[in-house]
Structure formats: C-alpha cells, structure tokens
C-alpha cells in the first residue's frame, strides 16, 4: 500500500479501494499493539516492556497491508508509552537544528495524529533527520523509515535531492524486514496476542491450550539438522520479548493469570529438553537464562518454584554446552553462557544449603538441604571449577587471597575468593553436623541402635561432602584440610557410608583416603561395585539330564538355548530323581567340567611341546 504526502491529489480508484480493503486489517492491528502497551504497569519496567514486546513480523508479499500498518501503530504506542518524555504530551514537538538556515517540515506518526516539527537545512542528510527522531522519540534509526510522495528516502540523500519544501509533510513508519521463518513469527504473534488480552483482564477461552499449543507447533519447526538456519529460528523467541510477555503474565494480578503463565513457562522448559536435539541446546540456553534474570528481579514467594525450575533447567542444559569467560550480545541465542552469569545460581543454593544445614545443627530431626538444592549445586559446580581451571591454567592450585597478578579479570578473581568463602563456610557447618552425628550415635548405641538418627537431612551429606572435596583441590592447603576434618569426623561418615551409597553414585572419591574409613565401609562400597542379582524365576530355562548321557545332553540344551536365556535362573532336574533346587544345579555344573576333561572324551588334546596347555580336538 503506497503513502502519500497529505497535500497530495486524489488517489485513483485503485488505491482507493485497496485502503478500503486493508482498513479494518490496519485499525485491528493498531488497536492491537496499542492495547497490548496500555495494559502494562506504569515505569521504567513498563517502558521496556512496551518497546520490546509488540513485534509483528510476516511475509511482505502476503501480509504487506497489516505489516505496515502493525509496524506504525508499534512505533507509536512505544513512542506514547516508553519514549515519549512529560514535555511531548503535545501533538506537536519541536526540535531546534544549529544550522542559521532553516527548512521547517513535519513528519507525521502513522498512529493517533502526532507530529514531530523539524527544522533542517536543505543540505542536511536524511538519516540526520532521523537521529533527531531518536533523539526526541528514542525510536532506532535502524528501524525508521521516511516516507515522501509515496517514496521513502535513503539516508545518503540531502533533503534537498529529496524535494523537501518548506512546510512538507513526511510519513514515519517502522522499517520491516522480510524473514525467512514467517510462520514461526505466526506462532510467536498469536501467543503474545493472547497474553495481551489476558494481561487486559479479558476472558480467553482455552488461553493455555492455545499458548502451549503455539509454543508446541514453534518449536515443533523448529530445523533439527540445519544448525544454519536453526539459530535465526529460535532467535525469534527472543527478538518478540517472548519471556518478559510469559512473565508479565506470570505477576499479572487477574486471577488465574500467574497459572497459565508458569504452565506455559514450564512446558516451554519441558520442551526445549525433550523435543529439541543436543545440538539446539546451546541456543535454548539463552533464552531460559533469560527466564531465570527475569523472574529473580519478581518479588514474588510464590514464583520461587517456576525459578528453580528454569534454574535447573538451565543446569542440564550446561551439561552438553559448557560455560565460557565471558558472554557478548546477551540478546543472540548464539551467545554462549558465561561464567559470571552462572555462579549467582551457586551463591544462591550455598545459601539455601546453609539453612538446611543449620537446621539439622539445631536438631538431627531437622529436614537438612533439599535434594533438589543439593542436585543443581552439583550441577553447577563442575562448570565453575572447569572454567577455573582453564582460566588460570598451571597456576592451580590457587593461594589464598589470590595474587593480583595471576588473573586479569577482577569479576574472575572476585568468583575464586567467593567459592572459597562458600567451600570454607560450608565445610564448618558440615563438620557441625557430623559431630552432631557422633553426639547422635553414642548416646543410642546401647540402647535403640543407630537407625533412627538417619533423617531427611543427613541423605545429602555424603553429595555434599563429595563437591567440597572437589573444590579443595582447587585451592592451596584446603585438600588437606578437608581430610583432617573427614579423620575427625571418622565414626559419622562411616555410618553416613553404610546406610546410603547406593550402587548408582559415584563413590571414587571415598576411596582416595583409606584411613578416614573403616574395613565395613570399605566393604559396602566394593559390594556396591557389582551388579545386583537378581533372580528371575519366570524366564529360567529348564533342562532335563540323564546321568548315563551326561555331556552329550548338556551339550545339546546349551547350544540350542537363546544365550539371553542362559543368563536367567537355571532350572536342573536329573531324570528319575526329585532332587531341584541350586544344589542340583552346581552338582550339574560340576559333573559337566569334569566331563569335558575327561581324557577319555578326548575333547582336548595336550599341546606337544607344553603338557600344562590344551587345544581343541579337531
């Protein structure tokens, strides 16, 4: 749709009625963008959400019509809610050029009749014309456009290769750029239109199957081997302030709103782990840090589970991405995720683990640390503790305070003086609660026995204990000091190793000093190397033997037997005899191996040159 300068003649009829077809496309797009600002609080916080937020982005051949049109009424909602200062309440604002020869012209907002009064001269560019734009209105000039008699002007021109006349009316619309994923920008625009209406106080009928649906059918087209083109999609998510509308959603005050937003966020979350591959982690990363920067600024109790869900989220997501010294363009799902981006997540869940854990001081019937805290500071850790690592290379372990010239980054150095603080403050409540353990542990040893100290909070210590151990590696003289407490502490941490290694944890770095545990302990951790057995009577195999043809039978259940088969329990019976059970089946075992070195079988044939070796008889 071409736009013309107000003075212009009459349109022909053509254009005419092409406005009239795009009319009422124009007018529900404004009203939409424009509501969707007006519904957000007042403020700064406001502001940014308006200027990010109402983004509409389709094909310019199919949609040209509500492209321009969404465009305008966003420039102009951002320009009545964000940009605008107390003095442009005015329809007309003014800005004073320096030039001592004036050209004055208008450039009229395409959205609630506003002007801007510009005074130029007749050789200033166009693009200074639009960085007084930007100056009055905050709008980028990377994202105006100027049009002039239906043609809209380049930067590089003067005005005067322009035309532009004293008094001249010029149109100021948003520049829109062709995509190549327009139906992804369709997904993203109707779920940000529903959260609109929803932030409004508006009766949305299914608003959360509709948004998990649209969140679902984004990332389901998402390219899953094109990792060229899979960036600029997930990108989208980003560029449409996607998470800042799901939480504004989430602290919206109409009822049933918060709901719909965390369900909407989780299953956002559940979805990047689950439908996407591994190689599309690294750029789900950014946008669930996002979430995570985003919901740590809600003073909101109630949000704290959907933000240790992101947390966590963000955790495993690390575990196939990694961290980084540092991270540039914080808005790019290229971007990789930074080490001081991280570690307030560790600071945070070292606090959570101190009150867990001076809870159990105060009384060994305490609940202790949560698994959950416990789970995602083990996450985090080895990421912090890599990146340190590689930071300072040759120089670990690290003195305490550390030189000022063995690193270059005060934020670096500031992460290592803060992780020993937390290895150093956690290490003394740990050894408060395993004397604690002791204390516990004598009193009831000749009376009720040792099982009923062992409560919720003691299961996380040995977890603990083992991401100490790991960080005192990192720091000069604290490895030793972390085993001269465990030595103290010897009756507790072997208790702690009897009633919960498990077969499934790592259990290496109890090995690594013999002396802080006893031979029992010792004894459950190597029993926890093996596999566990298990008798699976309803696939045993069953063999029926007579003793006169002992080998020869044997040999015939075996090597028509499934292999898988034989793993299984192994049912033996000899022929007219009722004895079954395991004895028969080592008596069977041990007759079978004497047969097969029955020199009269002849199976094997000794070896010539060396009695003590047996061939195979061919």
């Known amino acids: 749709m071409s736009i013309t300068d107000n003075r212009a003649g009459t349109t022909n009829s053509a254009d005419r009625r092409r406005s009239s077809s795009t009319s009422s496309a124009i007018t529900s797009a404004k009203r939409k963008l424009d509501d969707y600002a007006s519904a957000v609080p007042e403020g700064d916080e406001a502001a940014d959400f ?20 969404a465009v305008a009424a966003a420039v102009a909602a951002a320009s009545s809610s964000s940009w605008a200062s107390p003095s442009q309440s005015s329809p007309f604002r003014y800005v004073r050029s320096a030039s001592p020869s004036q050209l004055q012209f208008f450039v009229r907002m395409m959205s609630e009749g506003k002007t801007l009064v510009i005074q130029a001269t007749c050789m200033d560019t166009v693009k200074s014309v639009h960085e007084k734009i930007h100056k009055l209105t905050g709008i980028p000039v990377s994202e105006q456009r100027l049009i002039y008699r239906g043609k809209q002007l380049q930067w590089e021109q003067s005005l005067a290769q322009c035309a532009i006349e004293k008094d001249a009316s010029l149109q100021l619309v948003g520049r829109m750029r062709s995509t190549e994923h327009p139906q992804a920008w369709q997904y993203i625009d109707d779920m940000i239109s529903i959260v609109r209406r929803l932030c409004k106080g508006e009766a949305v009928p299914y608003a959360l199957k509709i948004i998990k649906t649209r969140i679902s059918e984004y990332l389901s087209i998402t390219p899953k081997d094109d990792y060229n083109t ?24 109409v009822k049933g709103n918060k709901k719909i937003g965390e369900e909407a966020i989780r299953h956002f979350l559940y979805l990047t782990k689950t439908a996407l591959p591994k190689a599309s982690h690294s750029l789900c990363a950014p946008i669930v840090l996002k979430f995570c920067k985003l919901l740590r600024e809600v003073p909101q109790y109630e949000l704290l589970p959907l933000y240790s869900s992101c947390r966590t989220c963000i955790g495993s997501l690390l575990e196939t991405i990694g961290l980084s010294q540092t991270s540039k363009n914080l808005d790019s799902v290229e971007r990789v ?18 009150g867990g854990l001076d809870s159990n001081i105060a009384s060994t019937a305490g609940l202790g640390p949560l698994q959950s805290d416990v789970n995602d500071f083990a996450m985090f850790l080895p990421h912090i503790r890599t990146a340190i690592r590689e930071h300072l290379g040759f120089r670990c372990p690290i003195p305490v305070p550390p030189p000022e010239k063995g690193c270059d980054d005060p934020k670096f150095v500031d992460i290592i003086v803060h992780l020993y603080e937390i290895f150093m403050g956690m290490l003394r409540r740990m050894d408060c609660c395993l004397l604690e353990m002791e204390k516990h542990l004598a009193s009831k040893s000749t009376s009720s026995g040792e099982s009923d100290i062992f409560f919720q909070g003691p299961s996380q210590y040995l977890a603990i204990l083992k991401e100490l151990n790991a960080i005192s590696k990192l720091y000069v003289g604290s490895e030793e000091h972390f085993w001269t407490k465990m030595r103290l502490r010897k009756r507790a941490l072997c208790a ?15 090995l690594e000093h013999k002396d802080v545990t006893d031979f029992e302990a010792r004894r459950h951790m190597m029993m926890m190397l093996f596999p566990e057995v298990k008798d699976d009577y309803d696939e045993q195999h069953e063999m029926l033997i007579d003793r006169s ?24 019976e000899f022929k007219n005899e009722e004895a079954t059970g395991p004895g028969v089946v080592r008596e069977w075992f041990f ?18 040159n060396d009695c003590s070796r047996f061939y195979p008889n061919p």
């Not at 990108?235 to 005050?253: D, E, G, N, T, V």
């Not at 290694?501 to 259990?507: A, F, I, L, M």
């Not at 007759?591 to 010539?608: K, R, S, T």
């Open 50 to 69: 308006a200027a990010d937020l109402v983004t509409v982005r389709m094909r310019k051949e199919e949609f040209e019509a509500v492209h321009c049109s």
């Open 230 to 253: 899979s960036p600029g999609h997930l990108q989208i998510f980003m560029s449409s302030s996607a998470p800042l509308a799901l939480i504004m959603l989430c602290i919206s005050p």
């Open 337 to 354: 995720i930074s080490v001081e981006e991280i570690f307030p997540f560790v600071s945070e869940l070292a606090d959570s683990l101190y």
């Open 496 to 510: 702690l190793i009897l009633k919960y290694v498990k077969r499934t944890d790592d259990n290496q770095w109890l």
């Open 549 to 572: 043809q002992l080998l020869a039978e044997s040999f015939n259940y075996v090597s028509e037997a499934d292999p898988e088969s034989l793993h299984g329990n192994l049912f033996m």
């Open 591 to 608: 007759l079978v191996c004497q047969a097969i070195f029955n020199q009269e079988n002849a199976l094997f044939v000794a070896c010539p």
